[in-house]
T-cell receptor, first 115, second 113 residues
């Protein structure tokens, strides 16, 4: 069956350092991968989307990589701040094309940035 | 600001008593989704609408139904809630052109007494 794994343990880092979160998947070949941020009691908020033919995508302090050979995506936050503390979810898009994109979400990694 | 609004934010119902959760959007998106998220778990897609076309996930229990009377509104009906249905219910929309980000509401936290 399809499986998506994210770091199950919380990631604690010091302010100013780079946070790296991992998303691994098996039995699956997504055409697209998305990353979302979720704060406690709130809905997920979209951050970045990367296509299978893209190796890397950047947006301000965020960077995502997508390695279809390793079946892995890495999500980096540089110069991390306490305000970056949240749960980060990766989501695989089956890429059916057409009108809708059905996402399969991972369970997320809780990031805590210490001041 | 264009957004996705879910009401109420918190809902308490009794075991077996029907409950309806609502979602509205000002984004004018074609697609609306309903997800169930239990504590520390991934959001799980229940069903979605593309315009008025309803698409159920194979493992969504029959207890869960949905209605979309117009583009802006979508409802989740739970006909006979069980204790296992206590969860956060998230509504999301997307622009309906494939591979677009999804825009989520802040969810309704459902408790079952």
């Amino acid at each position: 069956s399809q499986k998506i794994e994210q770091n199950s343990e919380a990631l604690n880092i010091q302010e100013g350092k780079t946070a790296t979160l991992t998303c691994n998947y098996t039995n699956y070949s997504p055409a697209y991968l998305q990353w979302y941020r979720q704060d406690p009691g709130r809905g997920p908020v979209f951050l970045l989307l990367i296509r299978e033919n893209e190796k890397e995508k950047r947006k301000e302090r965020l960077k995502v990589t997508f390695d279809t050979t390793l079946k892995q995506s890495l999500f980096h936050i540089t110069a991390s701040q306490p305000a970056d503390s949240a749960t980060y979810l990766c989501a695989l898009d089956r890429g059916y094309g057409g009108a809708t994109n059905k996402l399969i979400f991972g369970t997320g990694t809780l990031l805590a940035v210490q001041p | 600001d264009a957004m996705v609004i879910q009401n109420p934010r918190y809902q308490v119902t009794q075991f077996g008593k029907p409950v309806t959760l609502s979602c509205s959007q000002t984004l004018n998106h074609n697609v609306m989704y309903w997800y169930q998220q239990k504590s520390s778990q991934a959001p799980k897609l229940l069903f979605h609408y593309y315009d008025k076309d309803f698409n159920n996930e194979a493992d969504t229990p029959d207890n869960f139904q949905s209605r979309r009377p117009n583009t802006s509104f979508c409802f989740l009906d739970i006909r006979s809630p069980g204790l296992g249905d206590a969860a956060m219910y998230l509504c999301a929309t997307s622009g309906g052109q494939g591979h677009q980000p999804q825009h989520f509401g802040d969810g309704t936290r459902l408790s079952i007494l």
